[in-house]
């Protein structure tokens, strides 16, 4: 079973402007993780913010943080086409054993056009 | 230095056959875990080795999965009897911490496709 959902599903933006995904999840958590997957190929990391912290920044993304919520929000500035790919959270549920894996939810697809 | 790999790339399959996915994690990590991605999914859990102890393997969907890890080193996903719903994208990934609280290297999976 899945843990996080990704709202919205697909996005379509042109070079320059914000892109905005969203990330609910159901349980208690350490931390959240985003990666990126582009088309046929294996999931790259992006960022980590852990559940005591709110706000995260990493070049041109930036990760918030409700654990109130159970909810996150990954901003990508100034988008370029090279950010065309599916976009993942995942986090590691507490109380599963030794926090042994990472729960993916479904993803949101990102289309950055020129 | 080298990333995570898998071999092979794709593997077709006939229905009942057995097959062998093998994942070479980056040297001296600790952790290693295996994923199933559906078309259109995000992966979903199979198995975590600490070294070469497997610690979870709570995700495997049945017992005709079977994973190991001999040396704490390189890792074998085998599924018996394939089956036309094994067909998927196998990730593999490991990371230098234990568990899954840190970033986790992934390989470029292997799709495997049953007919």
């Known amino acids: 079973s899945q843990q996080g959902e990704e709202d919205p599903q697909a996005l379509s933006i042109q070079e320059g402007e914000n892109a905005t995904m969203n990330c609910s999840y159901k349980?208690?958590?350490?931390?959240l993780q985003w990666y990126r997957q582009n088309s046929g190929r294996g999931l790259v990391h992006l960022i980590l913010?852990?559940?005591?912290?709110r706000e995260k920044h990493s070049g041109r993304l930036r990760v918030t943080l409700d654990t109130s919520k159970k909810s996150s929000s990954l901003l990508i500035t100034a988008s370029r086409a090279a950010d065309t790919a599916s976009y993942f959270c995942?986090?590691?549920?507490?109380?599963?054993?030794?926090?042994?894996?990472?729960?993916f939810g479904k993803g949101t697809t990102l289309s950055v056009s020129s | 230095g080298a990333g995570v790999s898998q071999s092979p790339r794709y593997k077709v399959a006939k229905r009942g056959q057995d097959v062998a996915l093998r994942c070479d994690p980056i040297?001296?990590?600790?952790?290693l875990f295996w994923y199933q991605q559906a078309l259109g999914q995000g992966p979903e859990f199979l198995t975590y080795?600490?070294?070469?102890?497997?610690?979870?393997k709570s995700g495997l969907p049945s017992d005709r999965f079977f994973a190991e890890r001999p040396e704490g080193s390189v890792s074998t996903l085998k599924i018996q009897r394939t089956q036309q719903e094994d067909s998927a994208v196998y990730l593999c990934?490991?990371?230098?911490?234990?568990?899954?609280?840190?970033?986790?290297?992934f390989g470029p999976g292997t799709r495997l496709t049953v007919l």
């Open positions: 990934a490991s990371s230098f911490a234990r568990g899954a609280f840190n970033e986790q290297f």
């Open positions: 349980t208690s958590i350490n931390n």
């Open positions: 913010i852990r559940s005591n912290e």
């Open positions: 995942a986090t590691d549920a507490r109380g599963r054993q030794a926090g042994t894996a990472l729960i």
């Open positions: 040297s001296g990590h600790v952790s």
């Open positions: 080795f600490q070294n070469e102890a497997q610690l979870d």
